[in-house]
């Protein structure tokens, strides 16, 4: 099957199901309500456009902030722990136990500590993309083919080059993943913050629409982030092939 | 084991064309052969000369594009483990079951009783030496014993005809010579129809009553040779050079020209 | 092992001697140290701090359960209508992984609107959150199952159904079976993100319920009791998936 035909029934779809929803609710099958016609969440764009356009851009402000911090903080954490075998044997259970942790069992304490403002919700953003970053670089460090190092070392590389030209290039795909990862996590930090706290950005904005009952804005709102996400993690895996073309 | 009847395996003008994404790639044509019943006849043939093929084409797991094949005056439509057995160079058994449980697949198929099965299985694993192995997972078995557990899972079905595709290619060569002795044995024994596909000379001349020589793709039956040796096999005497000159004339341009064919 | 073993116990104990001395010193109300938290725990087991822990959280059990069933119903079902298929898989897993690329809670409040407060709305995010790993569990180990295998049963004389519960089946279980783990895993912080973010019962709202009412130390009691429970649960769901993999590979 080429990657034409497989597109055009994708879309095809995705077309019948939009067709088929459309349908529902025109037929009064489905309350407009609670299931807006895809015609009235296209318009809705136009309605709540700006206004979410600009709360979108202080959800990804947060997140921007926190993606940074996790990355550092995930990749240094993930090479250290990969590079140091007893570091790894030590602390590697507790590693993946926090990952398994749900963390918005803390949520609550973090808002008593640092507020309703934006801190809040950078710090929590932090929280959920450090751990999938951090597992992912140690496993990949750990990972790393031993023979090529054998071989440089041989050949008289000294440490840094050792790092610079064999250890790093095998470790970027994992980092990549990492980052590919991190990313939706630390939106899906910040939004649950902003959910929680009533902190301004776009899951304030979900929340508020779906009080008020306003079903076709806050479909088109979901639609905006949902894309938004989409797209940022196939920009980073465009990157990603690039990068690593040479597997 | 029970007597077996008879079966005459008949290949009339069998070809067969791979579909790719440009051209079809013929991998077999107008071949044609007669097997008679409890024949022992090895296929030897280049990589690539559609031997496999063909044999896949017998057992009925490939259909034939042109011509067909009968068994006992009956076309074959379809795998049927009633009239054959086949065994691959990869065993090919099932990791989550014991030996004993592989070698009772086919019999569960056929929806024989727990405790009849268990106790054919078991029976079927002494005369391949494996006694006391039943309970033993493939993971921990040899690659020697894991082809000896296929071929008991094989027997298991008591057809007739018995197909093997390059059995032994995946074992060293002091376990491939061993093998290929204890399958004479069981061949002796079970009076099967067995039709053996190799490249391996030294296996051809070793095993077989007919040798059939194929073409490099697209494969043809190029020459026939009944080997009139005495059992037990012994590679070193007058006649069996001059066999195994003979076969080497008649593989060598075939094996060139798959090589240069880069098949 | 022994230095290993040594270096966890210390990194635990550093660890708690850290945050007791840490809480100790801070506010009260925001740090709680851990030997204010067991205490607090104590109470709450014995029932003496909120009489009604026990309904709710029975009724988080009962959201995870519920939704749980779904997640294994719908997502054994939409993995083997579309793996079993010759090329629907190739079309469809596309589209799931890009929703994977979403974060999930932005259908929480979607969810909200239609569900409403009540454990519905739980019950339908843990179902939105656990499904995906199941399905895409089913996706990829369908894709795994080495093709020679089937090529051996079909020699054997296994008809089409035969071999899907003969040799796909167990060749895929290990694979299943570590995604039916993950979906677990996900249904509970599902339930439980639905419940924090907006509830009227259960144990989530418990949780928010103390924190509104700036009762650390029960909120802190109520979370490690949460922890406990969860990791009770994966931790059943880990050995049932250990003795998967090694029924799979073929260990007695």
Redesign the interface.
């Known amino acids: 099957m080429s990657a034409l035909r497989r597109r055009a029934l994708q879309s095809l779809s995705i077309a019948v199901l939009l067709a088929l929803w459309e349908l529902a609710v025109r037929t009064g099958w489905a309350d407009p309500l609670f299931v807006p016609a895809p015609s009235s969440v296209v318009r809705a764009f136009r309605t709540i456009g700006p206004e979410a356009l600009r709360l979108l851009g202080e959800t990804l402000g947060k997140t921007l902030l926190a993606y940074v911090l996790a990355v550092t903080l995930g990749v240094g954490a993930g090479l250290l722990i990969g590079g140091v075998r007893y570091l790894h044997d030590v602390v590697s259970p507790f590693l993946v136990a926090l990952y398994a942790l749900p963390k918005i069992l803390v949520l609550p304490w973090i808002l008593l500590t640092f507020g309703l403002a934006a801190t809040p919700a950078v710090v929590y953003g932090v929280l959920q993309g450090f751990f999938p970053i951090c597992l992912l670089v140690a496993g990949g460090v750990r990972d790393v083919d031993r023979m090529p190092l054998h071989v440089a070392r041989s050949m008289g590389a000294t440490s840094w080059q050792l790092y610079r030209k064999v250890i790093l290039p095998a470790v970027l795909p994992a980092v990549l993943a990492g980052m590919k990862l991190g990313i939706v996590f630390c939106l899906l930090g910040v939004l649950v913050v902003e959910m929680f706290g009533g902190i301004r950005g776009m899951g304030f904005l979900l929340v508020s629409l779906a009080n008020a009952f306003r079903a076709p804005e806050l479909f088109a709102a979901t639609a905006l982030v949902s894309l938004l996400s989409v797209g940022v993690v196939l920009g980073l895996e465009r990157l990603n092939q690039r990068l690593g073309h040479w597997r | 084991m029970r007597p077996v009847t008879a079966a005459h395996i008949e290949v009339r003008a069998v070809g067969k064309q791979w579909r790719t994404r440009d051209h079809p790639v013929p991998a077999l044509e107008s071949v044609s052969l007669d097997i008679a019943p409890q024949e022992f006849l090895t296929v030897l043939g280049p990589s690539g000369c559609g031997k496999s093929t063909l044999l896949s084409i017998i057992?009925g797991?490939t259909p034939a594009d042109q011509g067909e094949v009968r068994i006992a005056g009956r076309p074959v439509i379809g795998?049927?483990?009633?009239q054959m057995?086949?065994v691959?160079q990869?065993p090919?058994l099932?990791?989550?079951?014991?030996a004993l449980e592989n070698v009772e697949?086919?019999l569960?198929?056929?929806g024989v009783p727990g405790p009849i099965r268990r106790e054919r299985a078991r029976a079927l694993l002494e005369p391949v030496g494996l006694r006391g192995f039943e309970?033993r997972?493939?993971?921990?078995l040899s690659g020697g014993m894991k082809q000896r557990v296929a071929i008991a899972?094989?027997l298991a079905?008591d057809a007739p005809i018995l197909l093997m595709d390059e059995p032994f290619g995946a074992l060293d060569e002091q376990t491939r010579l061993l093998m290929g002795e204890w399958l004479l044995g069981i061949w002796a024994r079970t009076q099967k129809t067995v039709v053996f596909v190799t490249h391996s000379l030294q296996e051809a001349i070793l095993l077989s009553q007919r040798i059939v020589v194929m073409t490099a793709r697209p494969g043809r039956i190029k020459a026939s040779f009944a080997v009139d040796l005495p059992a037990p096999r012994d590679l070193d005497t007058a006649p069996a050079a001059t066999l195994r000159r003979a076969l080497w004339d008649a593989i060598r341009d075939e094996s060139r020209r798959a090589l240069d064919g880069g098949a | 092992m022994r230095r290993v073993v040594l270096g966890r116990v210390l990194l635990l104990a550093g660890l708690l001697g850290l945050w007791e001395l840490w809480a100790r010193h801070g506010d009260p109300l925001l740090y709680v140290p851990p030997s204010r938290v067991v205490p607090a725990l104590a109470r709450l087991l014995r029932l003496e701090a909120y009489p009604t822990l026990p309904a709710h959280v029975g009724l988080t059990a009962f959201e995870v359960l519920v939704a749980y069933a779904l997640v294994v119903a719908l997502g054994l079902s939409l993995g083997f209508a579309l793996g079993l298929p010759r090329h629907v898989g190739a079309i469809y897993e596309p589209i799931l992984a890009a929703c994977y690329a979403i974060p999930s809670v932005v259908w929480y409040p979607s969810l909200m609107l239609f569900f409403g407060l009540g454990p519905a709305s739980k019950i339908a995010f843990g179902v939105l959150l656990g499904f995906f790993p199941v399905v895409l569990a089913v996706l990829a180990g369908l894709r795994a199952v080495e093709p020679h295998l089937l090529t051996v049963s079909r020699a054997l004389g296994a008809k089409p159904a035969a071999c899907f519960v003969k040799v796909v089946l167990p060749a895929i279980t290990a694979t299943l079976v570590a995604g039916l783990r993950a979906g677990l895993a996900l249904t509970v912080v599902g339930v439980l993100v639905g419940e924090i973010l907006g509830a009227r019962r259960g144990l989530g709202y418990l949780i928010n319920y103390t924190y509104g009412f700036f009762r650390t130390a029960d909120y802190a009691a109520l979370a490690l009791l949460a922890l406990v429970l969860v990791l009770l649960v994966d931790g059943i769901a880990a050995w049932t998936e250990s003795r998967a993999r090694r029924w799979t590979e073929g260990a007695a």
């Open positions: 057992g797991l795998p049927d483990p009633r057995a086949m691959f990869d090919g099932f990791p989550w079951r014991t697949f086919g569960e198929l056929q309970r997972y493939p993971r921990e899972r094989a079905l």
